[in-house]
């Protein structure tokens, strides 16, 4: 008998042989069991998880003598009919190749008719997302109501092609990648039936480059096995299976956790020397990263997708780089695969998304700088400013702050100033705050500064009043105040009463008080007339200033500025005939 390949000699026949879809096979079970037979089933998922042969099987298990049954005999002619693809009443259709809609109509038209022998007539149709629009229009009526006999089930992965109109008449059952760890056991059970020899370290490889797909896996030992004649070894899998030097991953990790940008160079050469597709090396790179992220974590070498001894060497250099570092590394690189994915020049993306991955040791996390950490100095004699120190700078897209460092203030001199004769203007001076003099440093110097008043008496209450609400303040200047047995006395001229009795300025005099003599503090206020003015006091715009700040919306803009109302003057509006 010819050779057969592993993927067909190891199809399941029976549910218990499905791996990876235990949710799917329990549902299809019970249906079976209590004879709740849907008129069409979705099965969706990628390549290789099983759709296909979960139909087959599913048609077994109506069709067996023994049925319906939740698990076919095998035993039986329809079983072995379909098992071969040779039984009349189930019909494999590709749609690929099945897709107009006088085909499809041609396929309706004779589902009508009973089944030849089997009890249920099971049309199979693989990658339905295939059909025309009009195709998809010429199911939709015996899909929804067809002849007792007759079951549908559709297979597709890409399934938000099918039309909202058929997946409504279906029963939907989506397939889910299987697991590297269960893919890598159903390997190690296959290597010793068929006596392959395999390590565990090159199963998980195989299982990892299956990408979840049973098919693929499978298809991979059986090629790795004819290579090894017979065996498959640590370093043919990774070679084989498309993977790289791992010394150069391993380098080029260390010099982007190291910050140093000539290892990015270097990598970058040897992959355009090679003629390695850059985006290829990108996805692997990431895969390593991760990696060294759980080995970081504490996980053991062991259970790392690599040879022993590079899984090792992975695990001393992830302690040393740290979690939190390989962590944002990680993150960043994912950031970028979208780009290096797409991009037209590969190897140009590839370079800058790791040169900008190795600028990740000169940021720090801006929630550091929040909580006051102070930023380290950079080291003297260092080119760079060594790991986890910042300065000022802009923030990163991840949430870090990059460091710039800042420009060497020189000092004004004569040196600096234009030579005698020379026609050039002067350099201009930096403006208001930023120019300093010794003059100015002086005067600084030498202004005292005012002394707190001590809490608990009027001075602190008036002070406390002129940082909180200015505006409300600049009144007490006619206001007589004073403190006595818990109460505070507020005297002021009649019309000041009804605006000082507001609730929002009422509220504010009522917290300062309490924050000054206590919680049982109280308010009175007590009508009086103000006092005269002083000779020669400008009484120009008094009763109009204290109007405008009767306005809510001055007040507010002069406490939150912390201003004052200086002048307030008036303009005539013109008359209509002055504006025509």
């Known amino acids: 008998m010819s050779y057969q390949v592993l993927a067909r000699k190891w199809r399941p026949q029976t549910f218990s042989d499905l791996i990876g879809q235990e949710p799917i096979v329990t549902a299809l079970r019970n249906a079976l069991q209590e004879g709740r037979i849907a008129q069409a089933y979705l099965f969706s998922g990628i390549r290789g998880v099983g759709k296909t042969t979960a139909a087959r099987l599913l048609a077994k298990s109506l069709n067996c003598e023994k049925g319906p049954t939740p698990e076919p005999c095998n035993e039986c002619t329809p ?74 089930i559709f297979a597709t992965t890409e399934i938000e092609m099918v039309p909202a109109t058929i997946l409504s008449r279906c029963q939907e059952f989506h397939f889910r990648r299987v697991p590297a760890d269960v893919v890598s056991q159903h390997l190690a059970r ?38 090894g004649g017979g065996s498959v070894s640590d370093e043919e899998a990774v070679r084989l ?27 970058v050469e040897r992959v355009e020397d090679e003629g390695w597709d850059p985006r290829n090396v990108y996805a692997q790179f990431l895969a390593y990263c991760r990696d060294a992220l759980h080995l970081a974590m504490g996980g053991s070498p062991e259970k790392a997708d690599l040879p022993a001894e590079e899984a090792r060497e992975l695990a001393e250099l992830s302690r040393r780089v740290g979690y939190e570092n390989l962590l944002r590394l990680s993150q960043q690189l994912l950031i970028s695969e979208q780009t290096v994915r797409y991009a037209d020049a590969g190897a140009l993306a590839v370079e800058i998304a790791w040169l900008r991955a190795a600028e990740l040791p000169k940021v720090t996390r801006i929630e550091a700088l929040l909580a006051g950490g102070a930023p ?32 060497a203030q020189r000092p004004a001199s004569k040196a600096s100033a234009p030579p005698e004769g020379s026609s050039d203007p002067p350099p201009p001076e930096p403006p208001g705050d930023l120019r300093s003099s010794p003059e100015r440093e002086n005067r600084e110097r030498e202004q005292p500064e005012e002394p707190e008043q001590p809490p ?21 200047e006619r206001h007589h105040v004073s403190f006595a047995d818990g109460k505070l006395h507020l005297q002021a001229p009649a019309d000041d009463l009804d605006r000082l009795q507001r609730p929002a300025n009422r509220s504010a005099l009522e917290e300062i008080a309490r924050e000054t003599w206590g919680e049982t503090t109280s308010i009175h206020f007590v009508p009086g007339e103000p006092e005269p003015n002083s000779p020669g006091e400008d009484t120009r715009n008094k009763e109009d200033d204290e109007s405008v700040t009767d306005n809510e919306t001055v007040q507010t803009v002069l406490d939150l500025f912390g201003g004052t109302v200086e002048a307030v003057e008036k303009h005539e509006r013109p008359s209509r005939d002055e504006t025509g």
């Not at 950079?378 to 460091?403: F, I, L, N, Q, Y």
């Not at 608990?456 to 007490?476: D, H, I, M, S, Y």
């Open 190 to 227: 296959m290597a010793t039936a068929e006596e392959i020899e395999a390590s565990e370290t090159a199963l998980r490889l195989i299982a990892r480059a299956g990408e979840g797909s049973v098919r693929d896996a499978v298809a991979l030992l059986d090629q790795l096995a004819t290579f």
């Open 79 to 152: 079983c072995v009919e379909i098992t071969r693809g040779a039984d009349l009443d189930v019909q494999e259709v590709d749609a690929a190749t099945y897709s107009k809609v006088e085909q499809v109509r041609e396929l309706t038209e004779s589902l009508k008719y009973g089944s030849a022998r089997d009890r249920y007539k099971v049309v199979v149709i693989d990658e339905i997302h295939r059909l025309s629009r009009q195709a998809f229009d010429a199911l939709l009526k015996i899909v929804e109501e067809p002849p007792k006999h007759l079951v549908f």
């Open 456 to 476: 608990g008496t009027v001075e602190a209450f008036l002070e406390l009043l002129a940082r909180r609400k200015t505006a409300l303040a600049a009144r007490f």
């Open 376 to 407: 380290a100095m950079p080291d003297e004699g260092r080119g760079d400013t060594g790991r986890g120190d910042t300065g000022r700078g802009d923030t990163d897209r991840d949430g870090k702050v990059r460091r710039d460092e800042a420009p």
């Open 241 to 267: 299976l498309g993977g790289l030097d791992l010394e150069l991953f391993r380098e080029l990790l260390e010099g982007i956790s190291e910050g140093r940008p000539e290892a990015v160079r270097k990598a």
